[in-house]
Each structure stands twice: as C-alpha cells, then as structure tokens.
C-alpha cells in the first residue's frame, strides 16, 4: 500500500510539472504572418535546444490574447511578448510572468505613421481621415501610436473619419499601400525590414511622424520555472554575439543588436498608457 502511495505521488509530482517532459513550448505575438514568424525562430530554437539540453517547439498562435492565455494557462513556457502584452499577462497572472530579456533596440523602440497622401504631413492632418492600426494589443502598432495622438490633442474615436485594425505590422502597410485606409501606423523595426527587402517603396508610402522612444518587446516565461532554466535560456539570448557566424544569423532574422537582460519595472509607463488610454482597466 505504502509503495502503491508513494508512486501515485511520484506520478502526480511529474505531471504537475509542465518541464517534466523536457519539451520548451515557445510562441510569439502574431505581429507578423506566421510563415514569417517561423523563419525567424527555426535557428533560435535549434540554437536554445543546444543551450537547455530541451526540444524546443514554436506553436504561432490566432492572435495575441491567445499568446497572453497559452502562457499563464500553462500550455506555453516561453512567449515573444510586445510591451503591453506583458503588461496584460503580469495582470492577468498576478505577477506570475518574468520577463527575462529583451534587444537592446527595445529600451528605445518607436513606431511610424505612414502614409500615401501628399496632404497629410502630421498627426493633426489625420483629423477627418481613415487609420489602419495593428493588432488591437499591439504596443508599437496600437496602444503607443494611440497614446501619442491623445498627447496631441488628437482622439482616434472621434477625431478620425475611421478606424481600423489590420492584425499585423505588414497588414497595415498593405493597407495604406493598396488606399483601403489613408494612415497606418506601425513598428519602425517592421517598417524598416519590408523597405529594406523592397517589400514596400519609400517614394510612395512614406513616413510622417516617428514616435518618442518608449520600451516594447520581451521574452517572458512563467514564474514557475525552475530558476536553473530561467539562467540556461537567459544566458543563452545573452552570449549571442554577431561576430559569430551563428549569433549573427540568429541577431539579424531577431532584428536584434544583442540581447540584454529587462525586468517588469521598465515596463510601468506602458502600462500607464493603456490605463490612460482606457485599454486597461485602471
């Protein structure tokens, strides 16, 4: 009986434990398509496999809440976050997410607005316009770009002929490309990519107001982790150097100069204008 006890314990012991099955589940915020996401982990994850001794999986998720909920639900262990929607998984866990590290370019991240008309040349020309925004959770593609145009005596709601949400970075340069919408803003970091791939001509859509500078992304894990897996994968995104072949590959597809450690205080005006914003409830 004692024998039989004992290993009902052991079994209830391992699977209470999501690491138990040596598998890392990894996801990212939809900014992207999904195609694109997982080309930009696949030597990431080959590369954090050799660091933890763990399979890594990448699992794209439908939409952002969905990367805020697989977390804190325990059916992921690692989430590419955009500022607010740590801010929305610290809430919504109750301090039960860590944010390990994030690009050096994330201390000061900016968005764009952008735009085909000749007539709109700052923010206050969008009154009586059409504006495509990102994801509704997106820090550089919705909450700050909102947050700016409310400094500027500007309410997206009333002030604007309408409103719109592409879901994704790329989504909204589309958008304005193809004249379904007058203004899009979005992250300078996608901005900058899909110019520099001739995705997008400058001549035609081009900026018209770069955003102050504010923190944005991070990798989060749950606060359950065990804390010698949090220093394996931490230091892991720390020793990528891009004078190494590897490191180089993995920065460049990141967008990422390196990584440097974050904590969930850096994250605190974020979280002050999604409440201010009414994004998040005050």
Known sequence: MKL???LAAGILLVSSSSFAQQVLRVSAIPDESPTELQRKFKPLGE???????????????????ASVEGLINHKLDMVWFGGFTFVQANERSKGQVVPL?????????????????????????LKGKTLSFGSESSTSGHLMPRSFLLAAQIDPDSDLKRIAFSGAHDATVAAVAGGKVDAGALNISVWEKLVGEKKVDPAKVRVFYTTPPYYDYNWTVRADMPAPLKKKIADAFLALDSSTPEGKTILDLQRASKFIPTKAGNYTAIEAAAKNAGLLKK
Do not use: C, H, N, W
């Open 47 to 65: 590369y954090l496999e050799k660091k933890t001794g763990m399979k890594v999986e990448f699992t794209p998720v439908t939409d952002y809440a």
């Open 4 to 6: 039989t006890s004992l």
């Open 101 to 125: 590290v994030q690009r050096v370019e994330d201390e000061k991240f900016r968005s764009v607005f952008i735009t085909t008309s000749p007539a709109i040349t700052k923010l206050a020309d």
